[in-house]
């Protein structure tokens, strides 16, 4: 089953792909958005859910969005117009990491996508070639809630506890300027969300070729999240001012 394609069933009644809820994600956007006309730029956009709400609550905006799953894009376009912001949204299929455009951008965004670019660091130093002076970055990723096991790591990589991240991310020339970390009911909402939304698509779907595999894709997940990583796995989400000269100026 393609990887985008089941990324996309997973996220159909949850379609901020990151373990936030609706007003965790408008609470992170009104503190990043805070200039009438803003330019904003998704580095791994997926559906675009993030820049869709954004451009919602400020009809000033623009945005782009930068992602290699079509299908993802195809979703995001469409929704983007039934909600009528589709004049305001520009996006573009490719590699986030190797992304040309022109300008610099006021929010760039990157949440549930420091694959990547090899991790946080890797992540906002592309971030750093597209913002504008004064800009901020909002990035969302993984950190140790408590010391995971060795499955654990193998599975999911190598993350650090919350305070190394935060010092990591402050010693690399940012400084937080609010964070929200996912809490217990957001992470459980997400997972169950994942996993359920892919396997009632295969049950509603029996004679479809992917059905079979979308359904133990859904109980492999969940056996995983439930015995492997889910007391020990959190999120985080940052919006980030730089204290360096931004690239995307130059």
């Known amino acids: 089953m393609d990887r985008s394609l089941k990324s996309q069933l997973a996220h159909v009644l949850h379609p901020i792909a990151a373990p936030l809820d609706d007003s965790a994600v408008r609470r992170v956007l009104d503190r990043a958005v805070v200039r009438d006309g803003a330019r904003l730029l998704d580095l791994g956009c997926g559906q675009a859910e993030w820049l869709i709400r954004a451009l919602e609550a400020n009809p000033g905006a623009t945005a782009v969005g930068v992602d290699i799953a079509a299908n993802a894009l195809e979703e995001a376009r469409a929704q983007a117009v039934a909600r009528g912001v589709g004049d305001r949204l520009e996006l573009h299929a490719g590699d986030a990491a190797n992304a040309t455009l022109g300008g610099a951008f006021d929010v760039v965004l990157s949440v549930g996508a420091t694959h990547a670019f090899g991790g946080v660091l890797g992540t906002l130093a592309a971030a750093r070639q597209h913002l504008a002076p004064g800009g901020a970055v909002v990035i969302g990723d993984a950190y140790w809630l408590s010391e995971p096991t060795a499955e654990a790591v193998e599975m999911l990589g190598e993350y650090e506890d919350l305070a190394t991240t935060v010092e990591n991310i402050a010693a690399d020339g940012w400084v937080p300027?609010?964070?929200?970390?996912?809490?217990?009911?957001?992470?459980?909402?997400?997972?169950?969300?994942?996993?359920?939304?892919?396997?009632?698509?295969?049950?509603?779907?029996?004679?479809?070729?992917?059905?079979?595999?979308?359904?133990?894709?859904?109980?492999?997940?969940?056996?995983?999240?439930?015995?492997?990583?889910?007391?020990?796995?959190?999120?985080?989400?940052?919006?980030?001012?730089?204290?360096?000269?931004?690239?995307?100026?130059?």
């Open 177 to 250: 300027v609010y964070g929200h970390l996912s809490t217990r009911h957001e992470l459980d909402d997400y997972e169950w969300h994942w996993t359920g939304s892919l396997a009632e698509w295969a049950v509603n779907h029996p004679e479809h070729p992917d059905a079979a595999e979308a359904l133990e894709a859904s109980a492999v997940h969940r056996t995983e999240w439930l015995r492997v990583y889910r007391d020990s796995f959190g999120f985080h989400t940052l919006v980030l001012r730089s204290t360096k000269e931004s690239e995307g100026s130059r």
